[in-house]
Protein backbone atom coordinates (compact mmCIF):
# COMPACT_ATOMS: atom_id res chain seq x y z
CA UNK A 1 0.00 0.00 0.00
CA UNK A 2 0.77 3.59 -0.74
CA UNK A 3 0.78 5.58 2.77
CA UNK A 4 0.52 9.21 3.13
CA UNK A 5 1.54 10.52 7.01
CA UNK A 6 1.06 13.89 7.34
CA UNK A 7 2.25 15.57 10.50
CA UNK A 8 3.43 18.90 12.24
CA UNK A 9 5.78 16.99 14.11
CA UNK A 10 9.41 16.55 12.34
CA UNK A 11 12.79 16.60 12.65
CA UNK A 12 14.67 18.54 13.66
CA UNK A 13 12.07 18.05 16.70
CA UNK A 14 13.00 15.57 19.57
CA UNK A 15 10.38 14.28 21.03
CA UNK A 16 7.40 11.20 21.51
CA UNK A 17 5.59 11.91 18.26
CA UNK A 18 8.80 12.61 16.20
CA UNK A 19 10.21 9.26 17.57
CA UNK A 20 6.56 7.49 17.00
CA UNK A 21 6.12 8.36 13.73
CA UNK A 22 10.06 7.54 12.46
CA UNK A 23 9.93 4.17 13.84
CA UNK A 24 6.00 3.40 12.66
CA UNK A 25 7.48 4.61 9.16
CA UNK A 26 10.39 2.17 9.34
CA UNK A 27 8.23 -1.17 10.33
CA UNK A 28 5.22 -0.14 7.51
CA UNK A 29 8.15 -0.22 4.91
CA UNK A 30 9.89 -3.31 6.03
CA UNK A 31 6.46 -5.05 5.81
CA UNK A 32 6.83 -3.72 2.37
CA UNK A 33 4.48 -0.82 2.22
CA UNK A 34 5.19 2.58 0.67
CA UNK A 35 5.43 5.48 3.37
CA UNK A 36 5.57 9.11 2.06
CA UNK A 37 5.89 11.92 5.35
CA UNK A 38 4.30 15.43 4.82
CA UNK A 39 5.94 17.87 7.23
CA UNK A 40 6.84 20.70 7.36
CA UNK A 41 10.43 20.67 6.07
CA UNK A 42 8.61 21.07 2.77
CA UNK A 43 7.35 24.77 3.49
CA UNK A 44 7.67 28.02 4.33
CA UNK A 45 7.58 28.25 8.58
CA UNK A 46 7.10 30.07 11.93
CA UNK A 47 8.17 29.27 15.13
CA UNK A 48 5.12 28.59 17.41
CA UNK A 49 4.38 30.97 20.10
CA UNK A 50 6.09 29.68 23.56
CA UNK A 51 7.36 26.78 21.27
CA UNK A 52 10.17 28.29 19.00
CA UNK A 53 11.12 24.93 17.89
CA UNK A 54 8.02 23.90 16.56
CA UNK A 55 7.24 24.91 13.34
CA UNK A 56 4.02 25.97 12.03
CA UNK A 57 3.84 25.88 8.22
CA UNK A 58 2.37 28.87 5.83
CA UNK A 59 0.17 28.95 3.01
CA UNK A 60 0.06 25.07 3.23
CA UNK A 61 -3.30 24.13 1.37
CA UNK A 62 -2.15 24.33 -1.66
CA UNK A 63 1.20 22.25 -1.64
CA UNK A 64 -0.26 19.76 0.07
CA UNK A 65 -3.28 18.95 -2.39
CA UNK A 66 -0.81 18.60 -4.87
CA UNK A 67 1.89 16.41 -2.86
CA UNK A 68 -1.35 14.88 -2.20
CA UNK A 69 -2.51 13.96 -6.03
CA UNK A 70 0.77 13.30 -6.88
CA UNK A 71 1.97 10.68 -4.17
CA UNK A 72 -2.04 9.09 -4.31
CA UNK A 73 -1.86 7.33 -1.68
CA UNK A 74 -4.14 4.28 -0.66
CA UNK A 75 -4.95 5.76 2.65
CA UNK A 76 -4.43 9.18 4.43
CA UNK A 77 -3.09 9.50 8.11
CA UNK A 78 -2.98 12.96 10.10
CA UNK A 79 -0.79 13.06 12.90
CA UNK A 80 -1.36 16.26 14.26
CA UNK A 81 -3.97 19.07 14.40
CA UNK A 82 -1.68 21.90 13.04
CA UNK A 83 -1.66 23.55 9.67
CA UNK A 84 -0.76 20.47 7.75
CA UNK A 85 -3.11 18.64 9.75
CA UNK A 86 -5.73 21.28 9.11
CA UNK A 87 -4.86 21.07 4.93
CA UNK A 88 -5.23 17.38 4.88
CA UNK A 89 -8.17 17.10 6.66
CA UNK A 90 -9.92 19.81 4.68
CA UNK A 91 -8.87 18.54 1.60
CA UNK A 92 -10.09 14.72 2.29
CA UNK A 93 -13.47 16.26 3.06
CA UNK A 94 -13.56 18.17 -0.05
CA UNK A 95 -12.95 14.53 -1.98
CA UNK A 96 -14.40 12.58 0.03
CA UNK A 97 -11.82 10.45 0.68
CA UNK A 98 -11.36 8.47 4.45
CA UNK A 99 -8.51 9.19 6.50
CA UNK A 100 -7.25 8.76 10.11
CA UNK A 101 -6.31 10.58 12.71
CA UNK A 102 -3.94 10.36 15.78
CA UNK A 103 -4.25 12.01 19.59
CA UNK A 104 -0.69 12.50 20.56
CA UNK A 105 -0.26 14.76 23.14
CA UNK A 106 -2.80 16.37 25.90
CA UNK A 107 -2.89 19.83 24.09
CA UNK A 108 -6.38 20.87 25.64
CA UNK A 109 -4.33 20.85 29.09
CA UNK A 110 -1.04 22.07 27.57
CA UNK A 111 -2.85 24.79 26.10
CA UNK A 112 -4.95 25.96 30.03
CA UNK A 113 -1.40 25.44 31.63
CA UNK A 114 0.00 27.99 29.03
CA UNK A 115 -2.45 30.60 27.97
CA UNK A 116 -5.12 30.01 30.44
CA UNK A 117 -7.94 28.53 27.45
CA UNK A 118 -10.39 26.72 29.16
CA UNK A 119 -10.71 22.90 28.59
CA UNK A 120 -14.06 23.25 26.88
CA UNK A 121 -13.44 25.40 24.36
CA UNK A 122 -10.21 23.50 23.42
CA UNK A 123 -12.00 20.24 23.38
CA UNK A 124 -14.63 21.44 21.11
CA UNK A 125 -12.01 22.88 18.27
CA UNK A 126 -10.66 18.64 18.82
CA UNK A 127 -14.17 17.46 18.41
CA UNK A 128 -14.44 19.18 15.04
CA UNK A 129 -11.56 18.16 14.17
CA UNK A 130 -11.41 14.47 15.01
CA UNK A 131 -14.79 13.89 14.42
CA UNK A 132 -14.20 13.90 10.73
CA UNK A 133 -12.56 10.99 10.59
CA UNK A 134 -12.76 7.10 10.44
CA UNK A 135 -10.89 6.26 13.11
CA UNK A 136 -9.08 8.48 15.99
CA UNK A 137 -5.93 6.74 17.40
CA UNK A 138 -4.74 6.64 21.09
CA UNK A 139 -2.28 5.28 23.01
CA UNK A 140 -4.10 4.03 25.90
CA UNK A 141 -7.55 2.17 27.12
CA UNK A 142 -7.93 5.39 29.62
CA UNK A 143 -6.59 8.13 27.06
CA UNK A 144 -9.61 6.38 24.74
CA UNK A 145 -12.20 6.61 27.90
CA UNK A 146 -11.36 10.35 28.25
CA UNK A 147 -11.65 10.94 24.82
CA UNK A 148 -15.00 9.49 24.60
CA UNK A 149 -16.02 10.70 27.67
CA UNK A 150 -15.42 14.47 25.76
CA UNK A 151 -17.80 13.20 22.64
CA UNK A 152 -14.91 12.32 20.43
CA UNK A 153 -15.94 8.99 18.24
CA UNK A 154 -14.76 6.47 16.45
CA UNK A 155 -11.60 6.18 19.07
CA UNK A 156 -9.25 3.55 18.49
CA UNK A 157 -6.40 1.52 20.10
CA UNK A 158 -2.58 2.13 19.28
CA UNK A 159 0.31 1.26 21.48
CA UNK A 160 3.43 2.49 21.34
CA UNK A 161 6.78 0.29 21.20
CA UNK A 162 10.14 0.10 22.52
CA UNK A 163 13.80 -0.25 20.67
CA UNK A 164 15.01 -2.96 22.59
CA UNK A 165 18.23 -3.56 20.34
CA UNK A 166 19.27 0.30 21.70
CA UNK A 167 17.69 0.57 24.95
CA UNK A 168 19.03 -2.50 26.82
CA UNK A 169 21.17 -3.38 30.12
CA UNK A 170 25.35 -2.57 29.42
CA UNK A 171 27.84 -1.23 30.99
CA UNK A 172 26.67 1.67 34.05
CA UNK A 173 29.68 4.23 33.53
CA UNK A 174 28.37 6.82 31.86
CA UNK A 175 27.16 9.27 35.39
CA UNK A 176 30.44 9.35 37.70
CA UNK A 177 28.42 11.09 39.95
CA UNK A 178 27.22 10.45 43.78
CA UNK A 179 24.75 7.61 44.55
CA UNK A 180 21.97 7.22 43.80
CA UNK A 181 21.17 8.71 40.06
CA UNK A 182 17.65 10.35 39.58
CA UNK A 183 17.45 10.82 36.44
CA UNK A 184 14.61 12.87 34.04
CA UNK A 185 14.74 12.57 30.60
CA UNK A 186 12.35 14.54 27.83
CA UNK A 187 11.21 18.19 27.40
CA UNK A 188 12.13 20.58 29.50
CA UNK A 189 8.50 22.41 29.47
CA UNK A 190 5.82 23.52 31.95
CA UNK A 191 3.63 21.11 31.24
CA UNK A 192 6.24 17.91 32.32
CA UNK A 193 5.95 19.57 35.99
CA UNK A 194 9.85 19.25 35.93
CA UNK A 195 9.66 21.55 39.36
CA UNK A 196 7.99 18.29 41.29
CA UNK A 197 11.86 16.29 40.38
CA UNK A 198 13.82 19.49 41.18
CA UNK A 199 12.07 20.32 44.08
CA UNK A 200 12.40 16.71 45.80
CA UNK A 201 15.31 16.29 48.46
CA UNK A 202 16.55 13.32 47.44
CA UNK A 203 19.92 11.68 48.38
CA UNK A 204 23.02 11.49 45.71
CA UNK A 205 22.32 13.69 42.53
CA UNK A 206 19.88 14.58 40.13
CA UNK A 207 20.42 14.94 36.23
CA UNK A 208 18.10 16.64 33.47
CA UNK A 209 18.55 15.20 30.09
CA UNK A 210 16.74 17.73 26.98
CA UNK A 211 15.43 20.95 26.34
CA UNK A 212 13.04 23.16 26.13
CA UNK A 213 11.35 26.20 26.49
CA UNK A 214 11.38 26.41 29.92
CA UNK A 215 14.91 25.10 30.18
CA UNK A 216 16.81 28.77 31.04
CA UNK A 217 14.55 29.65 33.56
CA UNK A 218 14.47 26.77 35.48
CA UNK A 219 18.94 26.71 35.21
CA UNK A 220 18.38 30.51 36.55
CA UNK A 221 15.93 29.20 39.21
CA UNK A 222 17.60 25.91 40.28
CA UNK A 223 21.48 27.04 39.76
CA UNK A 224 22.83 27.03 43.48
CA UNK A 225 21.54 23.24 43.88
CA UNK A 226 23.53 20.29 42.80
CA UNK A 227 21.72 19.71 39.58
CA UNK A 228 23.57 18.79 36.70
CA UNK A 229 21.95 19.22 32.88
CA UNK A 230 22.92 17.07 29.63
CA UNK A 231 20.84 18.79 27.23
CA UNK A 232 19.32 16.42 24.23
CA UNK A 233 21.55 13.06 23.61
CA UNK A 234 21.07 11.01 20.83
CA UNK A 235 19.56 7.49 21.30
CA UNK A 236 22.89 5.30 22.18
CA UNK A 237 23.67 8.15 24.47
CA UNK A 238 20.33 8.37 26.02
CA UNK A 239 20.52 4.58 26.48
CA UNK A 240 24.25 5.00 28.22
CA UNK A 241 22.27 7.36 30.78
CA UNK A 242 19.55 5.31 31.38
CA UNK A 243 21.56 2.19 32.11
CA UNK A 244 23.41 4.41 34.50
CA UNK A 245 20.57 5.99 36.69
CA UNK A 246 19.66 3.95 39.30
CA UNK A 247 15.93 5.33 39.34
CA UNK A 248 13.86 7.26 36.29
CA UNK A 249 11.79 10.01 37.80
CA UNK A 250 8.67 11.17 35.81
CA UNK A 251 6.93 13.97 37.04
CA UNK A 252 4.49 14.72 34.29
CA UNK A 253 0.81 14.88 34.73
CA UNK A 254 -0.28 15.35 31.16
CA UNK A 255 1.79 12.52 28.73
CA UNK A 256 -0.86 10.27 27.58
CA UNK A 257 1.63 7.51 26.91
CA UNK A 258 5.23 8.37 27.79
CA UNK A 259 7.69 6.79 25.53
CA UNK A 260 10.73 7.58 27.68
CA UNK A 261 9.44 4.93 30.23
CA UNK A 262 9.91 2.37 27.85
CA UNK A 263 12.85 3.50 27.34
CA UNK A 264 14.10 3.70 30.44
CA UNK A 265 13.02 -0.11 32.17
CA UNK A 266 14.67 -1.24 28.39
CA UNK A 267 17.48 -0.58 29.92
CA UNK A 268 16.93 -1.89 33.55
CA UNK A 269 15.98 1.05 34.86
CA UNK A 270 12.76 1.33 37.40
CA UNK A 271 10.88 4.40 37.53
CA UNK A 272 9.31 6.56 40.01
CA UNK A 273 6.16 8.51 39.53
CA UNK A 274 2.51 10.00 39.90
CA UNK A 275 -0.48 7.41 39.28
CA UNK A 276 -1.98 9.29 36.33
CA UNK A 277 -2.79 8.45 32.99
CA UNK A 278 0.36 7.28 31.13
CA UNK A 279 2.53 5.87 33.90
CA UNK A 280 -0.39 4.04 35.39
CA UNK A 281 -1.49 2.56 31.45
CA UNK A 282 2.45 1.67 30.63
CA UNK A 283 3.33 0.63 34.32
CA UNK A 284 0.11 -0.69 36.06
CA UNK A 285 0.08 -0.49 39.97
CA UNK A 286 2.19 -3.34 40.33
CA UNK A 287 4.60 -3.12 37.49
CA UNK A 288 8.21 -2.36 37.55
CA UNK A 289 8.00 1.27 38.65
CA UNK A 290 6.83 2.89 42.08
CA UNK A 291 3.55 4.71 41.43
CA UNK A 292 3.11 7.25 44.35
CA UNK A 293 1.08 10.49 44.71
CA UNK A 294 3.83 11.28 46.77
CA UNK A 295 6.87 11.96 44.44
CA UNK A 296 9.57 11.29 46.86
CA UNK A 297 8.19 8.47 48.40
CA UNK A 298 7.96 7.15 44.95
CA UNK A 299 11.79 7.56 43.76
CA UNK A 300 12.97 5.85 47.64
CA UNK A 301 10.88 2.86 46.78
CA UNK A 302 11.91 2.40 42.81
CA UNK A 303 15.39 2.00 44.40
CA UNK A 304 14.08 -1.48 45.64
CA UNK A 305 13.03 -2.78 42.47
CA UNK A 306 15.12 -5.85 40.75
CA UNK A 307 16.63 -3.99 37.16
CA UNK A 308 16.08 -8.10 35.61
CA UNK A 309 12.10 -7.89 36.06
CA UNK A 310 11.81 -4.40 34.93
CA UNK A 311 13.80 -5.22 31.54
CA UNK A 312 11.65 -8.11 31.07
CA UNK A 313 8.52 -6.06 31.69
CA UNK A 314 9.74 -3.82 28.93
CA UNK A 315 10.40 -6.89 26.53
CA UNK A 316 6.44 -7.01 26.09
CA UNK A 317 6.54 -3.81 23.71
CA UNK A 318 7.80 -3.86 20.41
CA UNK A 319 7.27 -1.55 17.75
CA UNK A 320 5.99 -4.04 15.38
CA UNK A 321 3.39 -4.86 17.28
CA UNK A 322 2.34 -1.56 17.86
CA UNK A 323 2.88 -0.94 13.80
CA UNK A 324 0.68 -3.44 12.60
CA UNK A 325 -2.25 -1.37 15.25
CA UNK A 326 -1.86 1.10 13.53
CA UNK A 327 -1.60 -0.45 10.11
CA UNK A 328 -5.11 -2.09 11.32
CA UNK A 329 -7.31 1.15 11.75
CA UNK A 330 -6.19 2.55 8.37
CA UNK A 331 -9.15 3.05 5.92
CA UNK A 332 -7.96 2.71 2.18
CA UNK A 333 -10.03 4.30 -0.05
CA UNK A 334 -9.56 2.00 -3.36
CA UNK A 335 -11.06 -1.56 -3.42
CA UNK A 336 -7.59 -3.27 -3.97
CA UNK A 337 -6.13 -1.20 -1.10
CA UNK A 338 -9.03 -2.63 1.15
CA UNK A 339 -8.38 -6.02 -0.25
CA UNK A 340 -4.37 -5.78 0.44
CA UNK A 341 -5.11 -4.24 4.10
CA UNK A 342 -7.48 -7.33 4.51
CA UNK A 343 -4.90 -9.89 3.03
CA UNK A 344 -2.04 -8.45 5.51
CA UNK A 345 -4.14 -8.50 8.47
CA UNK A 346 -4.82 -12.45 7.66
CA UNK A 347 -1.17 -13.52 7.25
CA UNK A 348 0.58 -14.91 10.49
Known amino acids: MKIMIVTDAWEPQVNGVVRTLKQTRAELEKMGHRVDILSPLEFRTLPCPTYPEIRLSLFAG ?9 FAPDAIHIATEGPLGLA ?6 RNKLPFTTAYHSRFPEYV ?5 IPL ?4 AWFRWFHNAADAVMAPTRVVIRDLEARGIRNVVHWSRGVDLETFKPGPRDRLQTQKPVFVYVGRVAVEKNIEAFLELDLPGSKWVCGDGPAAAHLKERYAGQDINWLGV ?4 ELARVYRAADVFVFPSKTDTFGLVLLEAMACGCPVAAYPVTGPIDVIGPAGPGALRE ?3 EACLAALDIDRTEVRRFAERFSWQAATLQFFSHLHPFTATAQQELELSLRLP
Not at 112 to 116: D, Q, V
Not at 120 to 123: F, I, K, P, Q
Open 62 to 70: GKVRQRLKD
Open 88 to 93: ARRYCI
Open 294 to 296: DLQ
Open 233 to 236: LDQQ
Open 112 to 116: KLRFG
Open 120 to 123: AVSY
